[in-house]
């Protein structure tokens, strides 16, 4: 069945530095992907969305491009501040938006 | 942007009471909503999926007269834990999804959340 996989955490950070947070998802036909990010206490919030190979969903700094040939959709970001410290969900959703399938979630800790 | 109302917030009891939990699309019609469990540090994990008027799907392993799921209109769906023990306590996620224009049908909007302690 449809899965996702992202890299272990915990990630710890300093401030300014760059962010990469691999997801790689295995899917028949052709699924949306998505970035969700869960403050401390919270639900789940959008963060990005790609719906079809080669899209680039960016947004707060954050971007990651779906990838067909390496069914990868990795999240970066260029320089990452203390205020992103979360956890980062990479996702699926299939062809007919019917269920989304998380991965286990990357912890992000961001020093001063 | 969509927004998900969760109610309560945060909820304790005593074993073998009955918690209800609300989740309200507060600007868009809720054709289909998502109850989640997250155990600390983990991932979400799926209980539920169930669409406005008709019962609720849930997934294996799920007991369905242990998690009782109403969805009775468009912006409202509960989930009711039944005679709830220890082993219940979790944090409980609640999410909805529009298949009417102006929203896009694909994502899904999440509620902030429910922790549940049982005692």
């Known amino acids: 069945g449809d899965s996702v996989t992202q890299m272990e955490g915990p990630v710890t950070l300093s401030e300014e530095a760059c962010l990469t947070i691999?997801?790689?998802?295995?899917?028949?036909?052709?699924?949306?992907l998505f970035w969700y990010v869960q403050y401390p206490g919270e639900g789940l919030q959008l963060l990005l969305k790609a719906t079809k190979a080669d899209d680039k969903g960016s947004n707060k700094g954050f971007e990651a491009t779906y990838r067909k040939e390496t069914t990868s959709f990795h999240l970066e970001k260029g320089s990452v501040q203390v205020s992103d410290s979360a956890v980062y969900f990479c996702?699926?959703?299939?062809?007919?938006?019917?269920?989304?399938?998380f991965g286990a979630g990357t912890r992000l800790f961001v020093k001063a | 942007g969509a927004v998900v109302s969760q109610h309560p917030s945060r909820v304790i009891c005593k074993s073998g009471t009955s918690v209800k939990i609300e989740c309200r699309s507060l600007d868009f019609q809720a054709t289909t909503m998502f109850w989640y469990r997250q155990f600390p540090k983990k991932s979400l994990m799926l209980m539920a999926t169930s669409n406005e008027g008709s019962k609720a799907t849930y997934e294996q392993g799920v007991e369905k007269d242990k998690f009782l799921i109403n969805h009775a209109s468009l912006t409202l769906s509960t989930l009711t834990v039944t005679s709830a023990h220890p082993e219940d306590s979790s944090f409980y996620i609640c999410?909805?999804?529009?298949?009417?224009?102006?929203?896009?049908?694909?994502?899904?909007?999440f509620g902030a959340g429910t922790r549940l302690s049982v005692l």
């Open positions: 996702a699926l959703s299939d062809q007919g938006g019917f269920k989304t399938i």
């Open positions: 691999n997801c790689t998802y295995t899917a028949t036909g052709y699924p949306s």
């Open positions: 999410s909805a999804r529009s298949a009417t224009s102006g929203l896009a049908k694909n994502i899904q909007y």
